[in-house]
């Protein structure tokens, strides 16, 4: 069965911190790896991933793929309380005529100031 | 450049009665997904629709559910007979071609059975 696991499952930081989220995931017909931050309503996208070791950076946050072993990281330097979500990673699972996304649980971030 | 638009935000019924959803993409998009979101779990992907197609239904509980998008006007999340376990957050995301992962959500309906 497809999963998509996300660690930790909440994080306390203080302002200024840097974090690591991290996700791991067993999905067949793998196509791409998504990032997205969830503040109480619609999950907004961040990043996608479809290549191996090739970082992508948005400001503050950046996120890499390692398709050999199967994982991502979410990077957040220099957190600000705006920074507390829930951030979700999510899998492209592709074939045939379907498209959809698996999603972890989520890792629920909380920055204190 | 209107995004996704779902309605209503917030939806309560009572058990036994019928909910509906609505979800219009955001403008050229014919490519409409429904996820739900139940307390403290992810995201579950439901079923994935082009207009007048079902193409993947595979998230869809086998019964109560059911979904579409017609030619013309929004695509419609339907519950019938719902029970205290529907309660949930249920988002419409929708993409202009089936390419196009970093689709775009809706705020979601939350739907309270009582």
């Known amino acids: 069965e497809d999963k998509v696991v996300q660690s930790p499952l909440s994080l306390v930081v203080h302002e200024g911190d840097t974090v690591t989220l991290n996700c791991s995931y067993e999905?067949?017909?793998?196509?791409?790896l998504l990032w997205y931050k969830q503040e109480k309503k619609a999950p907004t996208f961040l990043f996608m991933l479809?290549?191996?070791?090739i970082e992508k950076k948005s400001g503050r946050l950046s996120s890499i793929l390692d398709k050999k072993e199967l994982f991502s990281i979410l990077n957040i330097t220099a957190t600000q309380t705006g920074d507390s979500a829930v951030y979700l990673c999510?899998?492209?699972?592709?074939?045939?005529?379907?498209?959809?996304?698996?999603f972890g649980t989520g890792t629920l971030l909380a920055v204190q100031p | 450049n209107a995004g996704v638009m779902q309605n209503p935000r917030h939806l309560v019924r009572r058990r036994g009665q019928e909910a509906r959803l609505r979800c219009s993409p955001m403008?050229?998009?014919?490519?409409v997904y429904w996820y739900r979101q139940l307390p403290e779990e992810g995201l579950k992907f439901m079923v994935y629709?082009?207009?007048?197609?079902?193409?993947?239904e595979s998230g869809m509980p086998k019964e109560r559910f059911s979904a579409e998008f017609p030619k013309e006007g929004p695509s419609i999340l339907r519950i019938q007979q719902v029970v205290r376990g529907d309660s949930a957050a249920y988002f419409c995301?929708?993409?202009?071609?089936?390419?196009?992962?970093?689709?775009?959500f809706g705020s979601g309906t939350r739907l309270t059975v009582v």
């Open positions: 999510a899998v492209v699972s592709y074939g045939g005529a379907t498209n959809k996304l698996i």
């Open positions: 995301a929708s993409s202009r071609d089936k390419a196009n992962y970093g689709y775009t």
């Open positions: 629709l082009q207009k007048e197609n079902i193409i993947d």
């Open positions: 403008k050229g998009h014919s490519h």
């Open positions: 999905v067949t017909n793998f196509r791409s």
């Open positions: 479809t290549s191996s070791g």
